[in-house]
């Protein structure tokens, strides 16, 4: 059985849609003219917020940066290449945990009556808690940016202590990564795809 025949056989979404989210879609720094709406981020995000995590915790926010000067803050902190990677975007989003995630709780796990009085004082637990279930969800949120028909540049290359001073002192939050975002200038990248590894080479059985 060919490859494709094998990767076709065991899919329970088209072909298409398998396409666009992984086999076609490039971690992109090449855009389009095309706008980027709110509407349209919050398409991707409807998606995104359904992945699980630890306790429905969904610890994930936000910075949406698109005026200039919001675009040039963020470019201050920035690494290296990733300031005109930035510069380029028609979107940038910084992608941040929310350690004070439990005070929605009561809302969201409401199967654990008192979670959120328990984990208030949890500084540690929270924190991490919050890092790694917000780290999960930004894997959604890259699949969901691809399936409504976005692209999706992440990268980590910047001074998260300077974006945090910058843009979270108020909220507390702590940002981990950016994703520019837009619609692809063809393939959005100049550079052919690097290769992955095989199924055999990154399992084990036992």
Do not use: C
Not at 16 to 32: C, E, K, V
Not at 40 to 53: C, F, I, Q, R, V
Not at 107 to 127: C, D, H, K, M, S
């Amino acid at each position: 059985m060919t490859d494709t025949l094998m990767e076709s056989a065991h899919l329970a979404i088209g072909e298409d849609a398998a396409d666009r989210i992984f086999r076609h879609a490039r971690t992109t720094s090449q855009w389009s003219d095309a706008e980027v709406t709110d509407a349209w981020l919050e398409a991707a995000w409807d998606l995104a917020k359904l992945g699980p995590t630890a306790m429905n915790t969904v610890p994930l926010r936000l910075l949406v940066v698109r005026s200039g000067e919001a675009r040039h803050r963020l470019i201050e902190h920035m690494g290296g290449g990733n300031k005109a990677k930035v510069e380029a975007a028609p979107v940038s989003l910084v992608l941040a945990a929310d350690p004070a995630f439990h005070e929605h709780l009561d809302e969201l796990f409401p199967v654990y009556p008192g979670i959120r009085e328990q984990l208030a004082p949890a500084t540690e637990t929270r924190e991490q808690m919050a890092r790694t279930n917000a780290l999960l969800q930004a894997g959604y949120l890259v699949v969901a940016l691809r399936s409504v028909g976005l692209a999706a540049g992440p990268m980590n290359g910047m001074d998260f202590d300077g974006v945090d001073n910058e843009f979270f002192a108020d909220s507390g939050w702590k940002s981990f990564m950016v994703i520019n975002v837009g619609v692809a200038d063809g393939e959005g990248s100049p550079h052919p795809r690097n290769p992955r590894l095989p199924f055999q080479q990154v399992t084990e059985t036992l």
